[in-house]
């Protein structure tokens, strides 16, 4: 895989972990998740990734993006 | 220091509540019901004599040296085997009972050498300490009668020797071997003068079933077997209670001395975690610490390709910071990270996770729990509200079904799986979870009711479909969960299992296990009295880990098994001391006792504590830290004692993550696969070389203690000390007892613990604080942790690593008893005896299809990369499945393992890999280039640089 998939397919794995929630929650839960465990480069990565190849994310994962804190910038 | 000396009780102590009081030689004693009059007398200070008995084992009566009278009753009785009574007199020395003594011990010794001067067990020898004790004089029978004194001895074990000629046939050895080990691999064959004890089948003890753990050394009274080192040093002359510092188990040991020599490690009967028994290797494979493998200077170099140049430790530690320093002044702040060790202690441990946090000024700091039990932190914190397991092993005692899934315990945790074992013989039920017929499925005298054989990757389907049964048939213990847990997700989740689809019948073609099966399996789980679940790295290594734990946990709470013994879930540890390394704060998000680093009371404690502002934001985990690495945003890293070239998933993408990295730093014993990445090497010390504590699977935190000097002049944490000092990030301690004073101030659930309380206590099981001040065997007694038990849905989801025409099997891995982890220890031992590579194993099916004979060469390919090994043929594996272990870097397995992960914590899927054997000729290219790189990137410069 390359990074950008590996990243993409990291995403959704967690917010497939979450489906039998109903939507709002599982966007919730999945932008929580990557909030509580993901290092701000990997969530600007992320971000770029969203914009750039939207087709490689899952509906839910795009749900909890803006949910997604922002990297601070200095990191 | 002098030799520690445990009391022989002569037999088991008794569990009865009731007591009853009698008199032995006038002296009045109160002991339990059930008590033997040996070990009354012995709680009374009267050493019965004795030879056949010890308080380890079942008495057995055979030696009739421990004869007494009591007062109206006829003939002499064996105080070993007659149980107490209301007041009884007994009288443990009278003439006839001397005589007696003296006639047996006379027939003993006329068939036994008389060379105590040269034996090796001469000051520790049960038959010459009973020659005293009975005021034996002479032997009057005659020297030329038939006697057993020429046989031969056997030196097959690499580890002790069986000389028959000094043997009395106790028949210790033998039930040490049945009770205590479980393995039943010594007999007495024969009968009357013939009488002998066998291993196996007369065979040598190295070709038969033993599996060498000590129990019938330890048992036996004379010097028939013998530890190889007790005979090569001498007797120890001193010694002191340390922790075993291979698996999770923690066994506690006497580490018996010589002057700075180790002559032997004991098992310690008072050692909480094992009660006195040991494994092969806890109790025999420390040999790698004096191995001439071992580094013992600093070393530097400016590029991977060149020669190592030993340098002072000052040299080394300067060199290192400025690295850091121009790392960080290039790349950022975050470019840097460390890996901090399982093996080492907690103390350890925590420095370095603090180096990380206020040294380097980020969060990237990981531990190899990431590659192994990190979704059990994840999912055990989520239901229950605390990472870790929820007995002590003792509670085994009280289990009456023992659920066993992805764990090998007779291979992986041996002294449980002995405990355990003896709880099966006594009548408890078993239930295996697991791909392969590992070891206990079927063993002497224990045979699981149910095995339940799944297809790697399908444990959440196994566990949905056992929930399913339990809902549906009504088996849920609703008073349990209406007054312990959240009752809203409780039927969220009981609404979802009881769903047609999580059937057992409607799973059964995704999992490969009969429905019959597992509605069998619920069934004696629910019903079967007190259940436990112990699991391993055959539940947390796969896509869905975190979910098949908190389908564990849902499976503990919907039945009411948990916060009492005999019941609970029990995550089996891999090595030493991954709880601990958990526990001290070695994950990116997490500070010391599982706090978020995003909470701001916690990091305002640590602000104030280490006089820094730490970084809230999570640092990168193993993984991402080597995916940054190859994309150039992650350029230098401090590991401690951590191989993880050797023991992360898809060898290819960590290789090119460490070649990545400008400086990359290795702290260990010897040159591991990593260093032959690395830039910078720091000698690390042995267990035997410092004083620290170590905390095992059950939460218990025990001492290690230093037996002798380091022998590169540092301990690790001396080494992380030195480290943090010149970057400026204070580290004021001259001892680890004073970091574990840290520990507790800052950690609530160590709120109690010191290096005091724990020579007093012995060891302590955490949470230790105001409200439990000894410590807590069990968690969860009365209520959750998180308050109420939370239920959470685990809807299965196939892993992508799926069969495909190309890669038709399905590969998984494990270990071996006689070997650990990557092997850099137990390879530098004569463990290599049980188990000199890494085998492939097939089902004959497999075998057959593909043209592959036993032990023949075959290629091992996946879509990550292809290693050879040798193959054997068995049906311990399923057809479609293949497994092999990872201990040897020549086969290195991992080179097939792919970059597939734990959805919530990125634990790799080690345990499922679509593969296709095909027959080779012996190793494949890449191992041949592997090997020349190791052997180039090992090379040392001739001189010291200085
Ligand atoms: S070493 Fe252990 S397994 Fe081997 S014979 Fe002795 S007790 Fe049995
Ligand atoms: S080997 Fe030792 S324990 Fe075994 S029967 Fe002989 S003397 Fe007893
Ligand atoms: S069971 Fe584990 S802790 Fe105990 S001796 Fe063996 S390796 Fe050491
Ligand atoms: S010790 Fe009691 S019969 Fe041997």
Known sequence: MTAADKLAYMANQIARAFATLPPDQAAAKTAEHINNFWEPRMRRQLFSLVAEAPDKFAATVHAAVPAIRPPPQAA | MTLIQETDFGTPAAAAERTVALEIDGIPVTVPEGTSVMRAAMAAGIAVPKLCATDSLEAFGSCRLCLVEIEGRNGTPASCTTPVAPGLKVATQTPRLKQLRRGVMELYISDHPLDCLTCAANGDCELQDMAGAVGLREVRYGSDGADHLHQPKDESNPYFTFDP???????????????????????????????????????????????????????????????????????????????????????????????????????????????????????????????????????????????????????????????FRRIQAKYGR???????????????????????????????????????????GYGLKTTFGTSAGT???????????????????????????????????????LIVIDPRRTDIVRSPHVEAA???????????????????????????????????????????????????????????????????????????????????????????????????????????????????????????????????????????????????????ATR??????????????????????????????????????????????????????????????????????????????????????????????????????????????????????????ALDCPMPYDHPAQIMDEIARVTPTFAGVSFARLDALGSIQWPCNQAAPDGTPVMHIGGFTRGRGLFVVTDYVA?????????????????????????????????????????????????????????????LASRAGATSLRARITDRVAPGVVYTTFHHPDTQANVVTTDYSDWATNCPEYKVTAVQVSPSNGPTAWQADYRAQARMSRRVAGEAAE
């Open chain 2, 604 to 725: 305002q404690l640590f602000d104030e504590l280490w006089g820094v502002a730490l970084d809230p934001e999570p640092g990168l985990r193993i993984p991402n830290m080597l995916d940054a690495a190859v994309e150039g945003s992650f350029k230098g890293i401090y590991i401690q004692g951590e191989d993880i070239l050797q023991s992360d998933p898809d060898t290819h993408h960590v290789a090119a993550g460490l070649a990545a990295m400008e400086c990359v730093v290795v702290q260990d014993l010897f040159l591991n696969e990593t260093a032959n990445y690395a830039h910078v090497f720091l000698p690390g010390s042995t267990f035997l070389e410092k004083d620290g504590t170590f905390t095992n699977a059950e939460r218990r935190i025990s001492r290690v203690r230093k037996m002798m000097p380091s022998r590169s002049g540092l301990a690790d944490w001396e080494i992380t000390v030195a480290l943090a000092r």
């Open chain 2, 334 to 376: 975050g470019a840097i990270g460390g890996i901090t060790s399982s093996r080492c202690t907690n103390e350890e441990t925590y420095l370095v996770q603090k180096l990380v946090r206020a040294g380097f000024g980020n969060n990237n700091v990981d531990t190899c729990a990431r590659v192994c039990h990190s979704p059990t």
């Open chain 2, 165 to 323: 000629a000094k043997c009395i046939v106790c028949s210790r050895c033998v039930r040490a071997c049945e009770e205590v080990q479980g393995t039943f691999a010594l007999t007495i064959g024969q009968r009357g003068f013939e009488s002998h004890v066998s291993a196996g089948m007369d065979e040598a003890f190295l070709d038969s079933e033993c599996v060498s753990c000590g129990a019938c050394v330890q048992a036996c009274p004379t010097a028939t077997l013998i530890e190889k080192t007790v005979i090569e040093t001498g007797q120890p002359e001193h010694s002191a209670v340390t922790t075993c510092a291979y698996c999770g188990v923690g066994c506690t040991f006497k580490a018996e001395m010589r002057g700075s020599e180790l002559v032997r490690m004991v098992p310690h009967k008072d050692g909480k975690a094992n009660r006195g028994h040991s494994c092969v290797k806890g109790r025999f494979a420390w040999g790698y610490a004096s191995h001439p493998d071992r580094i013992l200077n600093p070393m530097i170099r400016a590029a991977i390709d060149e020669p190592w140049q030993e340098v002072s430790w000052d040299q080394a530690i300067a060199h290192t910071a400025a690295e």
């Open chain 2, 799 to 859: 892993t992508d690593e799926r069969s495909t025409s190309r890669f038709p099997l399905l590969l998984t891995t494990g270990r071996i008893l006689s070997q650990y982890n990557v092997g850099a220890q137990t390879r530098r031992t004569a463990n290599v005896a049980w188990h000199p590579e890494d085998v492939l194993e097939i089902h004959p099916h497999d075998a057959e299809v593909r043209g592959i004979r036993d032990g023949g060469w075959v290629k």
């Open chain 2, 391 to 429: 007995q002590d092993f003792d509670s085994v005692e009280h289990t009456d079904v023992a659920m066993i899934i992805g764990a090998n315990p007779t291979d992986g945790h041996p002294v449980f799986a002995s405990r355990l074992k003896k709880r099966l013989r006594a009548g408890a039920r």
């Open chain 2, 450 to 600: 149910f095995h339940l054989a799944l297809r790697p990757g399908t444990n959440v389907a196994v566990l949905n479909a056992l929930a399913h049964v339990i809902v549906t048939e009504g088996l849920v213990n609703e008073s349990f969960v209406r007054e312990r847990c959240d009752w809203d997700a409780f039927q969220d989740w009981a609404a979802f299992v009881a769903r047609p689809d999580n059937s057992p019948e409607a799973l059964e073609a995704a999992t490969g296990v009969a429905a019959a099966d597992i509605r069998g399996a619920a069934r004696l789980y629910a019903t079967g009295g007190n259940s436990a679940i112990y699991y391993g790295l055959g539940v947390t290594e796969h896509s869905q880990g975190s979910t098949t734990v908190m389908a564990i946990a849902n499976l503990a709470m919907a039945t009411g098994n948990l916060g009492r013994p005999g019941v609970g879930v029990n995550p089996l540890r891999g090595q030493n001391n991954v709880q601990g390394a958990c526990d001290m704060g070695s994950f990116p998000h997490e500070l010391p006792g599982y706090r978020h680093i995003s909470d701001d």
